[in-house]
Nanobody, 114 residues
Framework: VQLVESGGGLVQPGGSLRLSCAAS????????MKWYRQAPGKERELVAA????????HYADSVKGRFTISRDNAKNTVYLQMNNLKPEDTAVYYC????????WGQGTQVTVSS
């Protein structure tokens, strides 16, 4: 199993970024996918999740209305569109899938600062 995140970077408050997570080593379309984040000195927290079959989504209250999770089963990729970014969104963002155990990508740094 391999999860490879990309798309992070430095952005000003109010800006946007689109994260991608390319998955391999398992049948992507069979599993729910999640994005987590971890800020310095804080615990890792769930940001968004998307179901495998019907695409039902779930968001943390802190990102509702600003972030959108989506998936492309043909490309084995899950995305996180982040709009109206705030300094408190600064964190390392991780892609996650739960098979018999949890798998994580290496993370991608998102920094929101003027």
């Amino acid at each position: 199993v391999q999860l490879v995140e990309s798309g992070g970077g430095l952005v000003q408050p109010g800006g946007s970024l689109r994260l991608s997570c390319a998955a391999s080593g398992f049948t992507f379309s069979n599993y729910n996918m999640k994005w987590y984040r971890q800020a310095p000195g804080k615990e890792r927290e769930l940001v968004a999740a998307i179901a495998n079959i019907d695409g039902i989504t779930h968001y943390a209250d802190s990102v509702k209305g600003r972030f959108t999770i989506s998936r492309d089963n043909a490309k084995n990729t899950v995305y996180l569109q982040m709009n109206n970014l705030k300094p408190e969104d600064t964190a390392v963002y991780y892609c996650n899938v739960l098979l018999r155990s949890a798998y994580w990508g290496q993370g991608t740094q998102v920094t929101v600062s003027s």
